[in-house]
């Protein structure tokens, strides 16, 4: 039977290379067309965004004799800062591990024995850059950065590590109007009635800024939300209709005056009662992926000929661009991930 060897491996990961190097960003922007994400490349350092804050309340009567103030601070700046930093995968292996596939064709192509080919070099390839980009996808709003543990969840900075930053140095506060509590959804008390949902969540929506409601808005909710919802509603009118989805977000668009509301609840968004509200593109995923080296790489690293080491390199992180009200309204929970990444 074929056996893989180290001079295959390297060889199809070099053919390969252009079709392994796609495999991230496809995952990626898969996953932010389906959740209105950008892909930003940074291909060196930081990339900064300078959101400007203009006052108002400058117009006064006029009077002869009138006392004028010496100083107006007319504009000021809010920075959000893009700096991908660096991740790996490793993975060690053995080339003998696969000795005893039985493999005997490849769509229907037979594995040529004498010349060592076989399918599996290429798809044991591919296999690692799709879980590597799993990883990713599913850690852009958990991961929090931490290099002395070694997970996908402390690779880099996720969206929710960004806001609980915003929030520690009360740039989203109660105050500010940009965080509105709203309450756990789907939780059953111990005594009394459960909570109406539905209304819950009207009740949240009808806070925010007028114009962030009268756009085109993305409400980021999980199942963990909108099941719960849809249950609430359903109850309400369940002598009359049993209503879908779509026809409970249509009434939520009416009672929250928010006639353009789009609900987003993908997976990689995660299991909790976290809600953001904010205008299509306010969140960002950096990457560093333009480069020479080769995406996947085949090394032998030990004296056994037979250890081989896998190495793929990137460099990731997140950004919120604007936290103003008027685009950006966030509830006090935060989501915990959904693990889907792998199939074991």
Known sequence: MATINLEGLTSVAKRYDPILRMLPF?????MALRMRLNIIDVPSGEHILKNMRRDAGILAPYSVGLTLDQQKEMIKFMEASL????????????VTNYEEMDVLSSQGNPVDNKSKKHPVEATLLAAIVKSFSEDVAFNIFHAQRDTAVLTPATAFNGVNYKLSL????????????NLVASGKFGVVPAEGEPRDDYQALVDWLRQASWYLRRKEVLLYASETVMNPVRASYKERVKAHEDPTLEQTVKLLRDDANMPRLQIISEPEYGIGSQLMLVLPGLIDIGTRDKNDKQFVQVRNVKDDPNEVQFWVQSAYDT?????????????????????LSGDY
């Open 319 to 339: 950004r919120i661009r604007d936290i103003h009200p008027k685009v950006f309204m966030v509830n006090e929970e935060i989501n915990t991930v959904n693990d």
């Open 26 to 30: 496809n995952t990626l922007n898969d």
């Open 166 to 177: 915003l929030k520690t140095t009360s740039q989203i506060t109660v105050d500010n109007k």
């Open 83 to 94: 700096k991908p930093e660096i991740v790996f995968a490793h993975v060690p292996d053995n």
